[in-house]
C-alpha cells in the first residue's frame, strides 16, 4: 500500500512538472510569436511596419463616420497656403487661399454633394460654378474639347470622393497581392546599425533586399485582376488612394528598373529606412528615420538625395490624429519645398455659396469668352 501511495506521489509530481513545462512553453511561444521571434524575415518587417502604424497614443472609439475638419497652412517657395476641409455626411467642402505671388491671391470655395461638385472663386467672380456628376448633360464648348471619357473618368472620382466605399476593399487588395510579392524576395540579415531613438542610441537589426520592377509588376497585375473580378472591368485601381500611392511607387521603379532597400527594426518597430535607386543616370536616396517620442511616428526625419543635392524635412505630430484631434508640423531645409502644418479635429461647418449659378459644361464659345472677359475685369 505504501508502495502504492509513493508511485501516486511520484506519478502526480510528474504530472504537475510536466503541466508546469507546459505552461512556460506556452508563455514562451506566445511571447515569441508576440516579439516576432518565430517570423520569417521578410513577416518580421512587415510586422513591424503593422506596429509601428499602429503605435498611436490610446483613445475612445472615433465614429467613421464623424464629422471631421482637416486645415493646412504652408508655404512652398515664397508662396503661401492655406486650406481647410470640411467633411459632414452629406457633403465634403475645400476651400482656401494661395498666394499667387505678385497676382491677387486666388481664394476658392468647393462644395461636393451626392450629385454635383460646386465651385466659386471669389476673388475672380461672384458666380457659383456647377458640374453635375450624376445626371449627364455636358453639351457645351468645354465639355466637347475634353471628351466624354475623360469627363466619365472625372464622374467616377467625384463619385469616388463623396462615397468612397469601395476604397478600403480595393487597397485590402493591392496590400494583399503585395504582401505575397515581398515574400518571395530574398532578404538577408546584415549588420546591426545604430540610430536614435526616443531621444536613446540603439542597436537595430538590419535586413537588405532588393524590389524589381518584375516585382512591382506582378503585385500591379495581381491587384488588377482581383478589383476587376469584383468591380468590373472598368474598375481601375488608381481611382483609389492606396492605388494612387502603388502607381507612383510603380511608376519610379519601372523607370529605375530596381531599388535597393534597408530596412531597420528596434523592438519589433521600424527605426530606419532607406531605398537607393537611379534616375536618369542620376544617383536617388530617400531615407526615414523613426525618430519616436510619445510614439514611434511621433518625430520622422526624411531626407531625398538627388545627385548630390540632399533636401531633409522634418515631421512633428502633437495630439491624436487618428481619433480626429491632432496636428502634424513639417519643415523642410530646403526653400524650395513645403513646410506647414496640418490639423484635424471633429466637428466641421459647411459655407453656404451663394451667388448666380453657372453650369460650365453647358457653355457654348462666345458664353465661355464673356465669362474669359469676365475674370480678367472686363466684358464684351
Known sequence: MEKQNDHKKISKKIWVLSAGMIVILAIVLFAGIKNGFFLR???KILYAAYHTIKDQPETADVSKDEDYTVSMDGQWKEQKIQAEYASASDQKQLKGTIDLDKLPDLEFVMTLDEKELKTQLLSLSSKVFTYDYKNGGKSGYLAKKI?????????TILEE????NEQKTIGTDILKEARKEFNKLKIKKTEKKEFKIDGQKRNCAGY??????DNAQNVLDAAEKAVKKKYGDGTKISADPVGKVFMVFYDKISAAGE???S???YQNKLAAVSVNYEEDENAQKIE???LGGDFRTQNMKIAFLTGEKTTTIQTNISGNLAAKDGTITFESDDTDSLSGRISVQKGCQI???TGEECNLMKLNGFELLELFGEFAGFGF
Open 208 to 213: 537588405q533586399f532588393t524590389i524589381s520592377k
Open 351 to 353: 459655407s453656404e455659396l
Open 161 to 164: 470622393l463623396y462615397g468612397g
Open 259 to 261: 531599388m535597393e532597400c
Open 288 to 290: 526615414v528615420l523613426f
Open 147 to 155: 471628351g466624354s471619357e475623360k469627363l466619365e473618368r472625372f464622374d
Open 41 to 43: 524575415k521578410g513577416d
Open 263 to 265: 530596412v531597420y527594426l
